[in-house]
């Protein structure tokens, strides 16, 4: 998940292996999000922002819709892999992209506003402020522009028939964002969000989900639990012993029950234009 949330409140991890876990969370979602980029549909030489840009996904996604003449800011308070991310961006010859460090709970006013369209996915999410955060980002979006909120519900996230492990990883990494200050269910309220933000009823909404057998989706419900386990730990919201118990369960109910489907969370999506000056 994003990482521009305050380093204290964060519940996942920032080791190169989560690193690695973000760019193939973003690669999953990319038909969603290109769906909502397509729907606000950014001219070329726009101005966009990346709020929690992360591996820099999203950013490759701007960067191809606003052209060379336009402008793409990542921002977030993991510097270093904002700084990877960039790296790989200007590679790949996306001369349009720029980052900084910035971090949206600060009391500061966006770098750069406003933007054609001020983006974030799986930000707000972490953040306790995640209101004051939305009434920002509203405030970075240029008239006539537009803003664009991905979050997850985790609630939906399961596997037919259950499995008890499965229903365990869902038990610790919902205890463990939520006792750093997640919202877990901030997808589906995202339109509650809006309003309460300010910014008002959103002009749309969309839904992306995602089945796959537990043998492939097994690599990522470890990967996020391994990342969360400090603060599952840390927070009493499981054990070493029990923590290592889960992680060998879902092996063995992998490899036995590989075929069974399970059901990622949802990605919900919401949009909205600024009215033109």
């Known amino acids: 998940m994003t990482t521009t949330e305050t380093r204290a409140a964060y ?3 920032r080791a190169p292996e989560e690193y690695e876990r973000l760019r193939a969370q973003a690669r999953v979602w990319e038909a969603a ?3 909502l980029l397509d729907r606000v549909a950014p001219a070329p030489g726009a101005r966009c922002l990346d709020a929690g840009c992360g591996p820099g996904e999203t950013m490759r996604l701007m960067a191809g819709r606003v052209g060379p003449e336009g402008h793409v800011l990542g921002i977030d308070v993991d510097d270093s892999l904002g700084a ?3 790296e790989r961006l200007r590679a790949a010859g996306l001369g349009q992209c720029a980052f900084a460090a910035h971090d949206v709970t600060a009391d500061e006013p966006i770098p750069g506003a406003p933007y054609d369209l ?4 799986l930000l707000l999410f972490h953040l306790p402020q995640r209101i004051a955060v939305l009434r920002r980002l509203w405030d970075a979006v240029a008239p006539g522009g537009h803003l664009v909120v991905q979050e997850y ?3 939906t996230i399961s ?3 259950s499995l008890d492990s499965v229903e365990e990883v869902l038990r610790v990494m919902t205890g463990a964002f939520g006792a750093v200050g997640c919202d877990v269910e901030l997808g589906a309220r995202l339109p509650l969000a809006f309003a309460e933000a300010g910014v008002g009823p959103p002009d749309g909404t969309d839904v992306a989900g995602r089945v796959e057998p537990l043998a492939a989706a097994s690599g990522m419900l470890q ?3 391994g990342s969360v386990r400090p603060a599952a730990l840390a927070h009493a919201v499981t054990s070493e012993a029990a923590a290592a118990e889960t992680s060998e369960a879902l092996v063995a109910d992998a490899a036995q029950f590989g075929d069974r489907p399970l059901l990622w969370p949802l990605m919900i999506g919401a949009w909205k234009q600024k009215p033109a000056g």
Not at 118 to 121: I, Q, S
């Open 223 to 225: 990967a996020v639990l």
């Open 153 to 155: 519900d985790l609630r």
């Open 33 to 35: 999000t290109t769906r």
């Open 118 to 121: 001020v983006y974030a996915r």
């Open 84 to 86: 990877a991310s960039l």
């Open 11 to 13: 519940a996942l991890g």
């Open 159 to 161: 596997v037919l028939p």
